[in-house]
């Protein structure tokens, strides 16, 4: 029952990334709710065997069943990770379904990051909003360690941002994962994601001169985080 449940969730997961890059995608343009998917080459209508979730792309060869065209990797890849987040919500839970909204607003704030290097605050609108409800319930409960995680690295994320060194989404997400998680959650995934830049920089990846999209990292950090909690 355990690996269904997980199987199902996976699913959902890729279901959901797919819509998160429909909606990056129109949002202001066109409506992403009731109007079906075209090809943004050919503009051919897609058929319902063209949009499932990683099997299209795998049967399709990465391609548009019409012109052809080669469908970017970044869609397999972000409904692939999408999978993952889900994996341990209880959607029947309201605990976790509220998580499940954090966690979509994050990968819809990740995956416009990705593509613009900027996100529109309303992609994060209903994740801040709950972040506000949980601060007094935060606070109720702080004690002392929760302080030391939070304070320092708050303060200089708040300085890097002021200092322009760092993107002011970078913050608004760290204090969201803080809020609506914890502060060690917070820091041990963004700690996660720095790990994963350093190692593409290293590995030549990712242009040292160019700015870099950070949140995609974030993401990926906090996927592995919510896999090993």
């Not at 099997?55 to 469908?71: A, E, V």
């Not at 360690?145 to 993107?167: A, N, Q, R």
């Amino acid at each position: 029952m355990n690996l269904i449940f997980k199987i199902s969730n996976f699913l959902i997961g890729t279901c959901l990334a797919s819509h998160a890059c429909v909606i990056v995608e129109r949002v202001g343009k066109e409506d992403f709710i009731f109007s079906r998917s075209k090809c943004t080459n050919c503009n051919q209508q897609l058929n319902i065997f063209d949009e499932i979730p990683l099997i299209s792309y795998l049967l399709l060869k990465g391609r548009c069943r019409y012109c052809k065209i080669q469908i970017p990797a970044e869609y397999f890849v972000t409904e692939f990770l999408g999978g993952f987040t889900f994996l341990k919500i209880d959607f029947s839970n309201p605990h976790d379904a509220i998580t499940a909204i954090v966690l979509f607003n994050i990968l819809l704030a990740a995956i416009s990051d990705y593509q613009s290097k900027e996100f529109d605050i309303a992609f994060v609108a209903p994740a801040l909003f709950i972040s506000a409800l949980r601060i007094i319930k935060t606070f109720e409960q702080i004690n002392i360690t929760d302080l030391v995680e939070f304070c320092p690295i708050f303060l200089l994320f708040l300085y890097e941002t002021i200092k322009h060194k760092i993107g002011k989404g970078d913050l608004i997400i760290y204090l969201v994962l803080t809020f609506c998680f914890d502060p060690k959650f917070a820091n041990l995934t963004f700690l996660t994601a720095s790990i994963i830049l350093l190692s593409f920089f290293i590995g030549g990846e990712v242009s040292k001169k160019e700015p870099v999209a950070f949140i995609p990292f974030i993401y990926i950090g906090l996927i592995i985080q919510l896999l090993s909690n």
